[in-house]
């Protein structure tokens, strides 16, 4: 890793490892990079994390959060075209999957590469509308209920002060997603995996199944105990999910 990096920066700079597959890693709405940051020890080596830092929250707290998701993934497709210079799978949460789903899109339209995988999680297929929840614009004790509802934010960190910073981000990228116009194009051609937590009230089975529509390759759905945010109760189970679904790709070019 190189000792000096740009604060504004979408991802660091690449380590010097021999890994042979790059993980773009998409937060969900109000987090940041950091949840991702255990990930590389906890992967295969050949598996090199790369966590996306979006404006408004970690190093990037100054900057003006996106409302438009569209338009994030427009700017993601031109600082990230860079770094798929290697075979690269895109992972996203909540509304961190549907901003990867875009991502891909939007690289096959520049003609580079699809990623080898696509792992989409804790987020309805994009086809399935969300504009009929407007909970971005409620006033902040009704969000601060619906979030306590999710059961994704500490409640010492509902009840604190620190939440006159986060409520803005949320109410970012809560926007974001509830505003968001799918329009429909070709399925892609990679593999896709959806998961679920069985207890997500707001992302029932039905619509992680509908992800099965957006390739015309391979579909995988799973679920997970847990609510929708599974991903930090089910960290184990879900880290060895996506490394078995890569080790098909890392054994293919050990041979």
Same mark, same amino acid.
């Given at each position: 890793?190189?000792? /000096?990096?740009?604060?504004?920066?979408?991802?660091?700079?690449?380590?010097?490892?021999?890994?042979?597959? $790059?993980?773009? /890693?998409?937060? @969900?709405?109000?987090?940041?990079?950091? *949840?991702?940051?255990? #990930?590389?020890?906890?992967?295969?080596?050949?598996?090199?994390?790369?966590?996306? =830092?979006?404006?408004?929250?970690?190093?990037? &707290?100054?900057?003006?959060?996106?409302?438009?998701?569209?338009?994030?993934?427009?700017?993601?497709?031109?600082?990230?075209?860079?770094?798929?210079?290697?075979? @690269?799978?895109?992972?996203? =949460?909540?509304?961190?999957?549907?901003?990867?789903?875009?991502?891909?899109?939007?690289?096959?339209?520049?003609?580079?590469?699809?990623?080898? =995988?696509?792992?989409?999680?804790? /987020?309805?297929?994009?086809?399935?509308?969300?504009?009929?929840?407007?909970?971005?614009?409620?006033?902040?004790?009704?969000? *601060?209920? $619906?979030? $306590?509802?999710?059961?994704?934010?500490?409640?010492?960190?509902?009840?604190?002060?620190?939440?006159?910073?986060?409520?803005?981000? *949320?109410?970012?990228?809560?926007?974001?997603?509830?505003? @968001?116009? @799918?329009?429909?194009? &070709?399925?892609?051609? /990679?593999?896709?995996?959806?998961?679920?937590?069985?207890?997500?009230? &707001?992302?029932?089975?039905?619509? *992680?199944?509908? #992800?099965?529509?957006?390739?015309?390759?391979?579909?995988?759905?799973?679920?997970?105990?847990?609510? =929708?945010?599974?991903l930090h109760s089910e960290h184990d189970h879900l880290l060895q999910t996506i490394s078995q679904q890569l080790s098909e790709f890392i054994d293919a070019t050990s041979l």
């Amino acid at each position: 890793m190189t000792a /000096c990096t740009r604060l504004d920066a979408w991802v660091l700079p690449e380590s010097e490892s021999a890994s042979r597959i $790059r993980l773009f /890693c998409f937060p @969900y709405a109000g987090s940041s990079a950091q *949840i991702f940051h255990a #990930w590389q020890q906890e992967l295969p080596n050949e598996i090199e994390v790369s966590p996306v =830092h979006l404006p408004g929250r970690g190093k990037r &707290a100054r900057e003006k959060p996106f409302t438009d998701l569209l338009a994030l993934a427009e700017v993601l497709t031109a600082e990230l075209s860079p770094h798929v210079d290697k075979p @690269y799978a895109l992972f996203g =949460h909540s509304v961190g999957a549907t901003v990867a789903f875009e991502v891909a899109r939007a690289f096959r339209r520049e003609g580079l590469p699809l990623p080898l =995988h696509l792992f989409v999680s804790g /987020c309805r297929a994009p086809q399935l509308s969300h504009t009929r929840d407007r909970s971005y614009d409620l006033p902040t004790g009704n969000l *601060i209920g $619906r979030l $306590r509802e999710l059961n994704g934010t500490p409640s010492e960190i509902l009840e604190s002060l620190a939440m006159e910073f986060f409520l803005p981000i *949320i109410r970012a990228d809560l926007q974001m997603i509830q505003t @968001y116009n @799918y329009s429909v194009e &070709a399925p892609l051609s /990679c593999p896709i995996s959806a998961f679920g937590g069985w207890q997500d009230l &707001a992302e029932p089975l039905e619509m *992680i199944s509908a #992800w099965r529509e957006q390739t015309t390759s391979s579909f995988q759905r799973q679920m997970f105990a847990g609510d =929708h945010f599974f991903l930090h109760s089910e960290h184990d189970h879900l880290l060895q999910t996506i490394s078995q679904q890569l080790s098909e790709f890392i054994d293919a070019t050990s041979l």
